[in-house]
């Protein structure tokens, strides 16, 4: 039997959003990740980063739960949740396990994300939301 071993030099190098309006739903992620344009239509906007996030215009987004979603960290997760509502998203539940905690939301056009940060070694919450 042979072994073959086999390297993908693919990344991951841009996520894009389905939406209605991608140039409101751009300014919101903008303004939440300090991220420029790097391409802008009336129908498609690319903000630079890595990965890159792209908005694209549909005609009928999918309606429900994402199949996918940004897990955004870094700072103070109440300072960061306090400040993207300002922005316009929206917090849904926080979720509290062994080790990590975080805060579900949804961008200005319903789409779900999560802001999370680790809890230090000997800090585990008991309740979970």
Do not use: Y
């Not at 751009?26 to 792209?54: K, N, S, Y």
């Amino acid at each position: 039997m042979t072994e073959t071993t086999t390297c993908s030099s693919l990344t991951a190098g841009m996520v894009t959003f389905d939406c209605e309006r991608p140039r409101t739903l751009a300014g919101f992620w903008r303004e939440a990740l300090q991220a420029e344009p790097v391409m802008e239509t009336d129908d498609f906007v690319i903000l630079g980063g890595r990965p890159a996030l792209g908005f694209q215009r549909v005609e009928r987004p999918t309606q429900g739960k994402n199949r996918v979603h940004l897990d955004l960290s870094g700072g103070d997760r109440a300072h960061e949740v306090a400040r993207l509502v300002e922005l316009g998203a929206q917090v849904v539940r926080n979720h509290d396990v062994e080790g990590f905690s975080w805060t579900v939301m949804r961008d200005p056009l319903g789409n779900e994300f999560c802001v999370g940060d680790p809890h230090e070694p000997n800090d585990h919450p008991a309740s979970s939301a």
